[in-house]
């Protein structure tokens, strides 16, 4: 009788040694913090703003602007890519409008100071569909009228 009772522990014990596997995939988790650090370093000294409803570069934007360029420049950078954002507004198409407006005047500024040629930007119009804060607080609104630049 001892044997079986033996026997029968070493089966159990053996599932019971399963779930500490199981539990071993949270630690991939850990890997796309580093994937986050790197968007965010991008986006944070190459954003423009924009007030409400407006795509024209204003004097504060120019100047920022004209800071980007520089840093570019310094980096040898050659092509660009411009991606435009907006607020929600009352229908997709004006915000895809909107959004590409403001890319549009970005790119014809960086032309116009010769930073870089029409040949080497993309342009990309997202609208309201990636907002980088609520569309629901008006205070965070601002942050998605936005163009990107990514190099």
Known sequence: KEEPQKEKPVVKEQPAETPPAEEKPVEPEKAPEPQQVEPQNTQTDTTVYFAPNMYMIDAFTAHKLDSIAEQLKAKNVTKLKLVGHCAKLNSAREEEMLSLQRAI???????????????????????????????????????????????
């Open 105 to 151: 005047a970005v790119a014809q500024y960086f032309e116009s100071i010769g930073a870089f040629d029409a040949e080497s930007i993309t342009i990309e119009a997202n609208g309201a569909t990636h907002p980088a804060g609520s569309h629901a607080e008006i205070t965070l609104r601002k942050s998605n009228r936005r163009v990107e630049l990514y190099y």
